[in-house]
């Protein structure tokens, strides 16, 4: 079962994708406590910042500066996982960053989302959410289940917000019964769920298992490489929660999609949520497997690479560190900062490189991968990339080269005075 807190950060990232509306408001306070979450994730392991860098990681997360710092900042800082430094005119001068691991951090959900104060029916939206991903229920059972959170008709419009925002799908049984169940995870074909819940159907056993064996022996295998499946399989394992899709856009508009066991390389029967519950695992593995397959400049053996990051908290000295890995850099997971002739990575979170390493090694996948970065310009959570596959929003949302490069400037500011000499 999902934790509350990764419930509330794939909300927030999911309902990122839709505009304006009253079934989004609903979930307001919800979507702010993910976006709490979600620059929890991103400043972890940053040490102290300027405000304008904080800013910056908030804007590419899609958040505005204002709400990043005028409550963000200030909500973090009465949780204690930040100190905030004010001049005598209470102007915020410097942030000092006391996240606690990911782990105690998506255990403390609980006062995060007290931090929020959600409405009852968000606290019901949140209970059938819950339910209908753990698994098909019907709409008398999930009523009963929010009535100690208020009345009927209440728990009602929260059901109609969930199907309105695609996170909840309402279906007839074959014996009268309505049947709630998250698209996501349960796929809506009738056919296909039909087929796979029907075990004696060969035919689609066989196309399952053999792409779920392939994509769980490569971590962020590209989907384009798959050999065991059609599409429509590939599709319907990611409908279904069994496989995880993120894509990397390049800097030419060129998306490629990577795809990942949900569980990170443990048996789903083991442990019912993920062990990358923030994402940042399968970024930065999604990084290395398009540096092997698309780059253009090649850098060999980043695993090494990788390696020497996390024993001596830096590497490198390259032109394109500064400007080809700009998506890890506002992901939070690695600093760029001048080295002695061109740039080097700093690395901010030990802990995500370190457990992409170590599954890239447990995968096979570490002797496979070569290859830079160069390129690439972005990256979709998968909780992003499915709810834009059903509102399909312009390309306008993607940040523009000209915004994306004010985000490097401000997350850099600082970095101009601080050369190492070696």
Request: proline share 5%.
């Amino acid at each position: 079962m999902l934790t509350a807190a990764e419930l509330a950060l794939g909300l927030s990232r999911h309902l990122s994708a839709y505009g304006a509306s009253q079934p989004k408001a609903d979930l307001g306070q919800l979507e702010f406590a993910g976006r709490v979450i979600e620059l929890a994730i991103r400043i972890h392991g940053s040490g102290v910042s300027s405000p304008d860098r904080i800013a910056a990681l908030g804007l590419d997360a899609g958040i505005p500066k204002r709400e990043t710092l005028g409550q963000l900042l200030p909500t973090l800082e009465t949780l204690g996982f930040v100190d905030l430094e004010r001049d005598s005119n209470h102007v915020m001068r410097a942030v000092s960053e006391r996240i606690p691991p990911m782990a105690e951090l998506f255990h403390q959900a609980d006062a995060i989302l007290e931090s929020a104060m959600p409405e009852p029916l968000e606290r019901m939206a949140m209970e059938v959410l819950q339910q209908t991903t753990l698994m098909p229920v019907t709409l008398g059972t999930a009523l009963e289940t929010c009535a100690p959170l208020g009345p009927e008709p209440l728990a009602r419009r929260a059901i109609e917000d969930l199907q309105s925002l695609h996170l909840c799908a309402l279906q007839r049984s074959a014996d009268g019964e309505e049947v709630l169940f998250n698209p996501n995870v349960w796929a809506v074909d009738k056919d296909h769920s039909y087929a796979a819940v029907q075990a004696e159907n060969g035919v689609v056993r066989a196309a399952l298992s053999g792409l779920l064996e392939e994509v769980s022996a490569t971590a962020g295998l590209p989907e384009d490489e798959v050999t065991s499946a059609e599409k429509k399989w590939i599709d319907f394992a990611v409908s279904q929660g069994l496989l995880l899709r993120s894509l990397v856009t390049t800097v030419s508009g060129e998306e490629r999609s990577f795809l990942f066991s949900p569980h990170m390389g443990r048996s789903a029967f083991d442990e019912p949520t993920g062990a990358d519950p923030s994402g940042h695992v399968r970024q930065l593995i999604g990084s290395m497997m398009f540096a092997n397959r698309y780059a253009s400049n090649r850098l060999f053996a980043p695993t090494a690479f990788l390696r020497k990051l996390i024993r001596e908290g830096e590497a490198g000295d390259a032109s394109n560190i500064g400007t080809d890995y700009s998506m890890l850099e506002t992901a939070g997971i690695v600093r760029v900062e001048p080295a002695y002739s061109y740039s080097k990575f700093v690395l901010l979170q030990a802990d995500v490189a370190e457990q992409a390493v170590t599954y890239l090694e447990n995968t096979g996948s570490a002797g496979t991968i070569s290859g830079s970065l160069r390129g690439q310009s972005g990256y979709l959570q998968p909780e992003i990339e499915r709810a834009r596959r059903l509102v399909q929003p312009s390309r306008e949302a993607i940040p523009s080269p000209s915004a994306s490069q004010d985000i490097l400037a401000a997350l850099r500011q600082e970095m101009g005075r601080r050369r190492y000499d070696r």
